[in-house]
């Protein structure tokens, strides 16, 4: 005879049992620690997340959302048309190799994440524990603080303290957000004044987003550029982003900023052209030879581990005339080495270049989600929009100006997750007639 459990205490178990699960997921970024190479890199969570994934697809009950599932199809088909290219493109075998595991791990990161993180607390447990263990994986062998800072510790920062936060006091959602908005303006000081010049302007827009929600009027006017007007929205975004980056011109210009950023940007600084504007095109030669690439073949990617001496040439070209001494030095030394690898130095275009349209796509739709997510995270109506706002910007640097690889395949799939849930979030809200969702699973929507 089955022994029913009075409601309390079942209650009580399935509380104990949650508590249980984020603690566990709080923790499993630990395992990244651990890295090893094995036809490229391979981190300690994706062995993990290959030892749960039969034990996920077996034993689980639970499907995935009609969004997952979408991204999980076109991951797979990302995956295929790259084996075809390979082979018709006749790429070497290391090359090969190394280009199918980083879209496998990419897909392994994203499926596992996807059925481990249902709940929001969930997913701020995983967070805190991932923005821990991010600087380490992120920095040098050799550790220097402001390359560090750059690479990881100013981008962890914000995350770490805005996740702890908010597990620890979920319901002074506004409250947090500024606090949160108050370090991420310390944040982006210190990125600042350590140049570190994505940081500060991904610290920088967060703290202005987050700063803006918190009084009616300036959440009313971010709602009317986020939400119903974001073309003009973006354009207000682009003028801020303008103007964050004079800023830092005229102050490392004027030595305010110390030498370092003085002669970092005399060497990265193209003449001739507006100042922010010349900035950026001389701290991105790469763009140059990924464009070339793409016009030649815009539908059929080049291969994985895309190596060529003709469209390196085209770096070199970039960087001889808007590089700093020692980029001219370095490419030099490549030049005869065989057949160099082809720089892209971003997840959109370099996916274009090596699979095609497909990865195009991917990274387009991700933006897109990240975007929707944003929209909907203006009114602070759960805990996981804090966390949208302090990433989206950070995010959408690394996919249009980040190599994808290595850890970033872990960063990309947490936050495409996370940008998955709150659209949802908002979804169930919208057909329900709710103004402020509880945050349940998201799995039981759609």
């Known amino acids: 005879m089955p022994v029913s459990v009075p409601p309390s205490e079942a209650a009580g178990l399935s509380h104990s049992n949650d508590r249980f699960a984020e603690v566990l997921l709080a923790l499993l970024p630990l395992s990244n620690l651990y890295n090893a190479s094995f036809v490229g ?6 062995l993990l997340f290959f030892l749960l994934l ?14 997952s599932r979408t991204t999980v199809k076109i991951l797979a088909l990302w995956f295929l048309i790259q084996i075809a290219t390979d082979i018709a493109q006749d790429i070497s075998l290391g090359d090969l190799l190394r280009g199918w595991a980083k879209l496998l791990a990419f897909a392994l990161d994203y499926y596992v994440l996807s059925k481990l993180l249902t709940t929001p607390r969930r997913l701020l447990a995983f967070l805190l524990g991932w923005s821990v263990v991010y600087p380490f994986n992120s920095s040098l062998e050799e550790f220097d603080f402001a390359t560090d800072w750059k ?25 947090i957000a500024a606090l949160v908005s108050v370090i991420c303006l310390a944040d982006a000081l210190a990125s600042l004044a350590l140049t570190a010049r994505n940081n500060f302007l991904s610290e920088f827009v967060a703290a202005v987003l987050l700063g803006s929600t918190l009084l009616s009027p300036t959440r009313r006017i971010l709602n009317i550029a986020v939400v119903r007007h974001p073309l003009a929205g973006a354009a207000g975004g682009l003028l ?20 370092t950023a003085y002669e970092k940007l005399q060497t990265q600084q ?20 990924s464009f070339v690439a793409i016009k030649d073949s815009p539908i059929v990617g080049h291969g994985s581990w895309f190596r060529s001496a003709y469209y390196y040439s085209y770096y070199v070209d970039s960087v001889h005339q808007y590089g700093s001494p020692e980029q001219i030095n370095f490419v030099d030394s490549t030049v005869s080495i065989g057949e160099p690898l082809v ?38 109506s759960s805990t996981i929009h804090v966390i949208v706002i302090v990433t989206f910007f950070q995010f959408v640097w690394n996919v249009l100006f980040s190599p994808f690889g290595g850890s ?8 495409i997750v996370l940008y998955q849930m709150t659209c949802r979030s908002n979804d169930r809200v919208s057909r329900s007639g709710e103004t402020d969702p509880a945050p349940t699973s998201p799995t039981s929507a759609n």
């Open 270 to 289: 193209v003449r001739g052209v507006d100042p922010v504007l010349g900035l950026f095109i001389g701290g991105r030669s790469e763009y140059n030879t």
């Open 151 to 175: 690479f990881g510790i100013g981008f962890a920062i914000p995350i770490a303290s805005a996740t702890a936060l908010l597990l620890l006091l979920p319901t002074r959602i506004r409250l």
């Open 240 to 259: 801020a982003i303008y103007l964050a980056g004079l800023t830092y011109v005229t102050l490392a210009e004027s030595g305010t900023l110390g030498t």
């Open 408 to 415: 970033a395949r872990l960063s990309a799939a947490v936050l």
């Open 343 to 380: 720089p892209t130095h971003s997840h959109l275009f370099g996916s274009w270049v090596e699979s095609g349209i497909v990865g195009a796509v991917f990274w387009l739709l991700a933006l897109w989600t990240s975007i929707r997510a944003l929209q909907r995270s203006v009114q602070l």
């Open 41 to 46: 890199q391979i981190f300690g969570i994706e």
């Open 54 to 67: 039969p034990v996920l697809l077996l034993l689980s009950r639970r499907g995935l959302p009609n969004s």
